[in-house]
């Protein structure tokens, strides 16, 4: 079965230092893996996405996320973390198969920065 | 400018009524999708739409219906609405795959269920 793990449920930081989302997938074939933010009383933002290539990818708000292909990860970093980053952070993986386009979401992190 | 749009944005309502929650977006977007989004803050996928007149059931069993008349338009009905409803409700959209692209979420709607 298809699936994403984010096993943290908060992440605290102070401002300043770089920050690491973790993020753990299963699928069958090519993973189409995506990272996206919500802050307080909103919908989801995408931030980045990895479909092939590099396996480095750089997103909105200097947020980039390294693809693991043997650790099956997808862990988002930031290497200066800021206040206003604090918000709730989604990892997600197209399942794969058809055309719908569906997306698996993992739990979700919250990430709290500290001045 | 191009985007998605959900209205109303917070309500409020008592047990039995009907309800329709609103999505449109105006990037063209052949698929669309309703998610449910619980305290815990999980995302289910509800329902989604490959295009006009094509819908179907998410993840999440959910006793809401969605119609798809228009391209643009993707309303989520709740006929009879119960507390146990009460939680955020999520629209996004998305262009055809087989590339993987990325969904784009509204704003949401927060439904409390008296």
């Known amino acids: 079965a298809q699936s994403v793990a984010q096993p943290e449920d908060q992440v605290n930081v102070a401002e300043g230092n770089p920050l690491t989302v973790k993020c753990t997938y299963s699928?069958?074939?090519?993973?189409?893996l995506f990272w996206y933010v919500q802050y307080p009383n909103r919908g989801l933002q995408f931030l980045l996405k990895?479909?092939?290539?590099?396996?480095l990818v750089k997103g909105s708000y200097g947020f980039e996320a390294e693809f693991n292909k043997s650790q099956t990860s997808f862990h988002l970093k930031k290497p200066s973390a800021l206040v206003s980053d604090s918000a709730l952070y989604f990892c997600?993986?197209?399942?794969?198969?058809?055309?719908?386009?569906?997306?698996?979401f993992g739990t979700g992190t919250l990430l709290a920065v500290q001045p | 400018e191009a985007d998605i749009y959900q209205t109303p944005r917070y309500l409020v309502i008592g047990t039995g009524k009907k309800i329709t929650l609103e999505c449109s977006q105006t990037?063209?977007?052949?698929?669309m999708y309703w998610y449910q989004q619980d305290p815990g803050m999980e995302l289910h996928l509800i329902h989604y739409?490959?295009?006009?007149?094509?819908?179907e059931k998410g993840d999440l069993s959910s006793e809401s219906t969605v119609s798809r008349i228009r391209t643009e338009h993707f309303p989520l009905t709740l006929e009879s609405a119960r507390p146990s409803h009460t939680s955020q409700y999520l629209c996004?959209?998305?262009?055809?795959?087989?590339?993987?692209?990325?969904?784009?979420f509204g704003p949401g709607t927060r439904l409390t269920v008296l």
């Open positions: 996004a959209s998305s262009e055809s795959a087989p590339v993987a692209y990325e969904q784009f």
């Open positions: 699928v069958s074939g090519n993973p189409y």
């Open positions: 990895y479909i092939t290539g590099d396996n």
């Open positions: 997600a993986v197209r399942v794969s198969g058809g055309a719908t386009n569906k997306l698996i």
């Open positions: 990037m063209g977007h052949d698929k």
């Open positions: 739409s490959y295009g006009v007149n094509s819908t």
